[in-house]
């Protein structure tokens, strides 16, 4: 069974500061790795996705690995701002019979602080 | 083109009630999904459907049920509500491309958040 673990849990930084996100997932036989945005009372928004096949993705201030022979992945901020503060998830999406099936980490709360 | 909606946005239950979460989507997408979200945590599979007609249970489907009966509609019905149903429910969707498999992503709904007293 896929599992996905998020560290940390929560971070908070004050504005300017790089930071990273880190994922870890236990299965390598996934077809790609996403990074979401949660905001408060709101649905999740797609940031990156990275093919199995690649190596990372960038947009903008963002940039996330992925090393699926160790099974993980990070997302790398930089030069962060209050309105990067929201919950970010991280989901492996399933190959094989179990297409389609995302499996999310638990989330790291950020919080920039001006 | 609305996306992916969801109704209502909010709803109190008492145990032992029942509802039908609704969930609507306007991308023609094939996949549907229902997934919960309790607090602190990650979203869960309860149910999707790999097209209309076609359900399958995901990783945390008891007390639930589901029907797909046009490709638009994925509706998520909670029988007897219990406690433990307290949660926020999204719905998402995507569309499978044969060959493009590794670049698709999915589609999520404002959610519904659920208590159950």
């Known amino acids: 069974k896929q599992e996905v673990t998020q560290i940390p849990a929560a971070l908070s930084v004050p504005e300017g500061e790089n930071l990273v996100l880190n994922c870890s997932f236990t299965d390598s036989a996934i077809y790609n790795l996403q990074w979401f945005r949660q905001d408060p009372g709101k649905g999740l928004t797609s940031l990156l996705l990275i093919q199995s096949s690649q190596r990372e993705q960038t947009s903008g201030r963002l940039n996330a690995s992925l090393d699926k022979s160790s099974g993980r992945s990070t997302l790398y901020i930089a030069a962060s701002q209050p309105g990067d503060s929201a919950t970010y998830l991280c989901?492996?999406?399933?190959?094989?019979?179990?297409?389609?099936?995302?499996?999310f980490g638990q989330g790291t709360i950020l919080t920039v602080h001006p | 083109n609305a996306g992916v909606t969801q109704t209502p946005k909010f709803r109190i239950l008492k145990i032992g009630q029942s509802m039908t979460l609704q969930c609507a989507q306007d991308?023609?997408?094939?996949?549907m999904y229902w997934y919960r979200q309790d607090p602190g945590m990650g979203l869960k599979l309860i149910y999707y459907s790999v097209g209309a007609g076609i359900t399958d249970k995901g990783e945390v489907p008891n007390g639930y049920n589901v029907s797909r009966s046009t490709t638009e509609d994925f509706p998520l019905r909670l029988e007897l509500a219990a406690p433990s149903q307290t949660s926020v429910y999204f719905c998402?969707?995507?569309?499978?491309?044969?060959?493009?498999?590794?670049?698709?992503?999915?589609?999520f709904g404002p959610g519904t958040r659920l208590t159950v007293l």
């Open positions: 991308m023609n997408h094939n996949y």
């Open positions: 989901a492996v999406l399933a190959g094989g019979t179990s297409y389609g099936k995302l499996t």
């Open positions: 998402a969707s995507s569309s499978y491309r044969h060959g493009a498999a590794h670049t698709d992503t999915q589609y």
